[in-house]
């Protein structure tokens, strides 16, 4: 087993595999059967090329044979860090079947993250695009490299300058059989994290497997689905609710967009047809106000699903009226839970809640500060545990006993409340983090990194409402001597910090609201934002 990953206890593990959740198969053997049972279908289409389900099987095998030369064995870690192209889903593939573990990075993320998960994943291997959105990831993996030890080898897509390149690395020798069973754990999720740096997600393929399996049915994935990919695949959104896992289950069809523009979204839903989209909030947004002025036509979209961050009941409204398509609420975690607004829901559901679970076996709890129950409808905090819901971060004990209660519930920090039929309502957060169009922050994880700059004596950051992305990050700031805010972005792009993380806003203070127990009150600190910084002094 892997070192670091908390296992299920025996008896409930018994339990999800008698109730069949946990059928014992790994997505490596997945693939092996939808290429046969769907060989000359077109499983992905890039901006480049389209590869068909025999294809991708194929070229995943002899990338894993490859990879087993380069002695990457199972069990080892590989960041990955690649943009919507088909050699993402080929080494994702790859990796499941050598049984060595994808940790999934965003192309976003820049030093500070990267050297962060090499390390503490002690990766071995770091797969990278040679350039994207202007960004050189080959000069990110040269100052990487220089603090990560274990890391072995960097294999780039593309130009590999004095690396390896990804186009060499497919192997025609057979490869090595390996022993990969459903309890196996398949990956290492980034988690939005709400103290300090991302925790990561250790998830298996069983239980993964079953969160695909039952996406598929919510979702309502055939063989005739075509599922079109803006957002960053790598985000556990994309990638299985029901995202390209759930595609390629179903045997339908996955487009990768390398943005979500509607300049290039649009004409791909035109040329290819796409039945189904998942969208964050802001994007929803956006893709809702221009679309009268465009032209495409659009009409093959069959779902707009929407999740990651709360999508306001009137934005919501818009949806069928604009797209002529359903809307489907998704709220996840890249923990675990997932629930969904089911396609034959009544309106009001659909427009005024986030679904409820996909399990009957996801066990969900709303409790008071003390961990007290509450009665139906009324808010607290939302607890989970279920067959699919992790019982620990990677590598992380301490913080694991304050996150999980004794008996295995995972504290979301997500404030909701559940009605009389089941379907869960998301009113609000307690956990320390910015919500920012569905990229979560870690207030703590920017504030460590502003402290560490000489003119700033205090720091906290919070929420601040934004129209358009829903929150935007703002840091207030005891300054010990002046420097702008322009500087201070500097500053942390400067440090290696994914530039959705760096502040939106900077407001100067001469003290912090304290709460009773002598901590700054982040929640007075929103209510002086919200009421303008003209009260912030
Ligand atoms: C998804 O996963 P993460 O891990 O990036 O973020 C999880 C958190 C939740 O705890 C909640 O705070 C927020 O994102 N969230 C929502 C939401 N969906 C997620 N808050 C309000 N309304 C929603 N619909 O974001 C994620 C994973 C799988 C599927 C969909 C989203």
């Known amino acids: 087993m892997l070192e670091g990953f908390t296992p299920w206890p025996a008896d409930r593990a018994e339990f999800y595999r008698q109730k069949g959740c946990w059928e014992g198969w790994t997505f490596g053997q997945m693939l092996e059967d939808r290429s046969k049972r769907y060989a000359k279908d077109i499983a992905v289409i890039d901006a480049y090329s389209s590869i068909t389900y025999e294809e991708l099987n194929e070229r995943a095998t002899k990338l894993a044979a490859g990879m087993q030369k380069l002695g990457i ?48 994943s002690e990766a071995k291997a770091y797969i990278i695009p040679d350039q994207f959105g202007g960004f050189d990831y080959r000069n990110l993996a040269r100052q990487v490299k220089e603090c990560a030890p274990s890391l072995k080898h960097v294999i780039v897509v593309g130009d590999e300058e004095e690396f390896l390149s990804f186009d060499q690395v497919y ?11 459903g309890s ?41 689905t075509v599922f079109l990919v803006v957002l960053p695949v790598a985000h556990n959104y994309p990638m299985s609710s029901p995202g390209i896992l759930g595609a390629l289950y179903a045997g339908g069809k996955i487009v990768l967009s390398l943005s979500p523009s509607p300049d290039e979204a649009f004409p791909l839903i035109e040329k290819h047809r796409v039945t189904m989209v998942p969208l964050v909030p802001p994007l929803a947004l956006h893709w809702l106000d221009v679309k009268p002025q465009r032209s495409e036509d659009l009409s093959s979209l069959e779902v707009i699903l929407v999740g990651g961050a709360k999508f306001s009941a009137e934005a919501a409204k818009r949806i069928k009226p604009v797209f002529g398509c359903k809307l489907q609420q998704v709220f996840g975690m890249a923990e675990g839970l997932v629930c969904y607004t089911r396609l034959d829901d009544p309106e009001e559901i659909v427009l005024h809640t986030q679904g409820k679970p996909m399990s009957p076996f996801d066990e969900i709890k709303i409790v008071d500060d003390e961990d007290n129950e509450l009665p139906v ?16 971060y990677y590598k992380a004990p301490e913080h694991n006993a304050k996150a999980f209660t004794k008996d295995g519930f995972y504290r979301t920090g997500d404030i909701v409340s559940v009605n009389e039929q089941g379907y869960l309502t998301v009113e609000g957060r307690a956990k320390d983090q910015i919500n920012r169009g569905g ?10 990194h502003l402290l ?20 935007k990050s703002c840091a207030f700031v005891i300054f010990r001597s002046a420097v702008s805010p322009r500087e201070l972005k500097k500053f942390l792009a400067e440090r290696g910090l994914a530039a959705y993380k760096i502040p939106d806003e900077f407001v100067a203070v001469d003290h912090f609201p304290m709460t009773h127990l002598g901590k700054v009150s982040k929640k007075d600190l929103r209510e002086w934002i919200e009421k303008g910084p003209q009260l912030a002094r």
């Open 184 to 224: 196996d754990v398949a990956f290492l999720q980034l988690s939005g994290g709400s103290t300090g740096r991302s925790k990561l997600i250790p998830r298996t393929h069983d239980e993964y497997m079953y969160t695909i399996k039952l996406s598929v049915e919510c979702c309502k994935v055939t063989n005739q």
């Open 171 to 181: 192997s025609d020798e057979p490869m090595r059989e390996v022993q990969v069973q």
């Open 73 to 120: 064995e199972k069990g080892d870690r590989v960041v990955v860090q690649l943009p919507n192209i088909i050699p993402y889903v080929e080494v994702v593939f790859a990796l499941f079947k050598m049984g060595a573990l994808p940790v999934f990075s965003l192309p976003s993320h820049r030093f500070s993250e990267i050297s962060y998960f090499c390390r503490f």
């Open 439 to 448: 990229e979560k922050i870690a207030a703590e994880e920017v504030e460590n």
């Open 377 to 392: 409808g009324v808010a607290g905090h939302l607890l989970t545990r279920g067959p699919y819901t992790i019982q620990g």
């Open 452 to 471: 560490a700059h000489p003119a700033i004596h205090d720091v906290a950051i919070v929420a601040k409402t934004d129209p358009y992305m829903g929150e």
